[in-house]
């Protein structure tokens, strides 16, 4: 058989852009995904009996993770904890807990259960350390970035406004965005009382069909997998092209165990990976590692040598550290009429008056607002009536009756700034299937992380007020409780090799046919923004290096 140009590790947003950008280019691709193949038509249970129990997880979609938090929740942030009007207290304890970290092991990756967001960074954002002596500048700047965008959104198919204050464009959005929902104009009023702006969201959803892609029809369950391919998930979008071509092989349970190194040279020669219970060896001209910033610094870490003892890439000590989380802030509420919450978009409307680093007033760091009601996963009756509706029996029907469909929740996210106590380490005890130690998720919210968090509760609960919210009944919040979807950072990208792992292009600065494509090399989180659509951007671009470069070899 021929021997493949490129191997890529990992299949979400980074693996799959990066696959299709060199299949474009004629290189014979590999992709190693170690979670199952997911079928929409088969496996997503949207239009089924069993469409309140999520996504659908198979096995080996989930990894394995320990977590150490190591934090005493505070009495004077105890405004900020969460809490539900039935079970009191979500983390009951004097100390911070783990929830879980929200990810998908599929051929397609967590865009297999994202909600669409297909968000450009804010160009303030890029600038955290120059601007503001936080975390590090990013070695890219946004108007190199800006045509890779334009790219990603029309092959996702980006239905978005027509305008965007904050990220300058070189093109519209493939689509126009979609119309809001009935419960979103219902916000939008209270945003509106409040003196802030909520606008339509940038969504790879699709209002329009396209080839083997329909278009939306509004269920609200794209968190649970979408059975008609009209959200741009990575397996429907680049994989399906990349595989199109004829030069693209996918192989699913595959899990990457080591890196093999030529020390002499200064290349990765090979990787080893276990699929079925078998050890495999496979050799890698061009290495792409996109297994996301939990999983990549683990991989990096456990392929340690005596010639890099601390692991791949880590002669600058980075690899795992500078880990950014999801910071969020939720607050469910009720409205004083049914609204059909449960239909149209989960996030169809987004607020940016507060996304810049500098927006919030005596804080650095921004944040953004949504709606989350399919997010809070507040859509069918099981959770109404657990989470939503008090008592039992014949009373509890009618009120059950009475009040379905009249939730409404709003959501912020804010930055997440790297903290020497906020890392991705391998744990010294436990271990995988294979005999190695799972990666260990070290989190550490501060104060100005608190303070950020206290922000979005105030502005969320007087949003709620305005829009005509009678009664908030749970809020959820990150000060005491981790529950992560968008991690960042372990393999932070930058121009000095002493204080970063790759290069501007994504490429180690010790092996030059290595390259790290997933959020793990993003130097700052962003305000609250989606980052699977700057994780492609950086993709296709660092590909297009290779393919310059190889030009100028030539």
Same mark, same amino acid.
């Given at each position: ?256 165990? &080591? ?6 040279? #200064?290349? !990765?020669?090979? /990787?080893?990976? @276990?699929?079925?219970?078998?050890? *495999? ?115 509890? &029907? ?6 379905? #469909?009249? !939730?409404?929740? /709003?959501?912020? @996210?804010?930055?997440?700034?790297? *903290? ?135």
């Amino acid at each position: 058989m021929k021997p493949f140009d490129a191997v890529v590790i990992g299949s979400g947003a980074g693996g799959g852009a990066s696959a299709y950008a060199l299949t474009r280019q004629g290189y014979r691709v590999l992709v190693l995904e170690a979670g199952p193949v997911f079928t929409p038509e088969q496996d997503y249970q949207v239009g089924t009996s069993r469409w309140q129990q999520g996504f659908p997880h198979k096995a080996g979609s989930q990894g394995q993770y320990s977590y150490v938090l190591n934090q005493r929740l505070s009495e004077n942030w105890s405004h900020i904890r969460s809490w539900n009007h039935i079970t009191g207290r979500l983390n009951p304890g004097d100390e911070r807990i783990a929830f879980a970290y929200h990810h998908v092991r599929g051929v397609g990756g967590s865009s297999l259960h994202f909600t669409g967001e297909a968000h450009r960074l804010n160009p303030k954002s890029m600038r955290m350390f120059s601007q503001f002596g936080v975390a590090a500048d990013w070695p890219v700047s946004y108007e190199a970035l800006e045509p890779y965008y334009v790219q990603a959104e029309n092959i996702v198919g980006v239905a978005g406004p027509a305008t965007n204050d904050h990220r300058p464009r070189s093109a519209p959005y493939p689509y126009a965005a979609h119309a809001m929902g009935y419960t979103t104009q219902l916000l939008q009023k209270g945003f509106a009382r409040v003196r802030m702006k909520l606008e339509p969201n940038s969504l790879a959803v699709l209002p329009q069909a396209r080839p083997q892609r329909m278009n939306c029809n509004y269920c609200n369950s794209c968190l649970k997998g979408c059975p008609r391919k009209d959200k741009g998930s990575i397996d429907v979008t680049y994989l399906q092209s990349a595989n199109q071509t004829g030069l693209c092989e996918i192989r699913s349970g595959c899990v990457v165990t &080591k890196i093999l190194t030529d020390y002499t040279s #200064g290349t !990765v020669s090979g /990787l080893e990976y @276990i699929a079925n219970g078998k050890k *495999h060896k496979v050799k890698t001209p061009l290495l792409v590692i996109a297994a996301g910033a939990i999983e990549t610094p683990r991989l990096l870490l456990l392929s340690a040598t005596a010639d890099s003892p601390n692991g791949l890439c880590n002669e600058s000590g980075q690899v795992g550290r500078n880990f950014m989380e999801t910071l969020l802030w939720t607050s469910n509420a009720l409205y004083h009429q049914p609204v059909q919450s449960y239909r149209g978009l989960p996030v169809d409307s987004i607020c940016w008056d507060f996304n810049a680093p500098d927006a919030i007033p005596g804080v650095v760091g921004g944040c953004r607002f949504s709606p989350s009601v399919a997010e809070s996963d507040l859509l069918g009756p099981v959770a109404y009536a657990t989470r939503v509706v008090k008592g039992w029996g014949r009373q509890h &029907k009618q009120e059950m009756r009475r009040r379905f #469909g009249q !939730v409404i929740s /709003l959501s912020g @996210i804010c930055e997440s700034l790297p *903290h020497a106590k906020s890392f991705v380490a391998l744990d010294p005890v436990t271990k995988d299937r294979h005999g190695l130690p799972i990666a260990s998720i070290h989190s550490y919210v501060d104060d100005m992380a608190a303070k950020r968090i206290a922000f979005m509760a105030k502005k969320c609960r007087e949003i709620l007020k305005a829009a005509g919210a009678t009664e908030i009944f749970e809020e959820f919040s990150s000060y005491d409780i981790f529950s992560s979807s968008h991690v960042f950072g372990t393999c932070r990208m930058g121009n000095d090799p002493q204080q970063s792992v790759v290069d501007a292009n994504c490429r180690s600065h010790r092996w030059r046919n290595l390259y790290i494509l997933d959020a793990s090399v993003f130097p700052s989180s962003g305000g609250g923004e989606s980052p699977g659509l700057t994780i492609q951007a950086l993709a296709l671009r660092a590909m297009d290096h290779i393919e310059m470069s190889q030009a100028r070899a030539a």
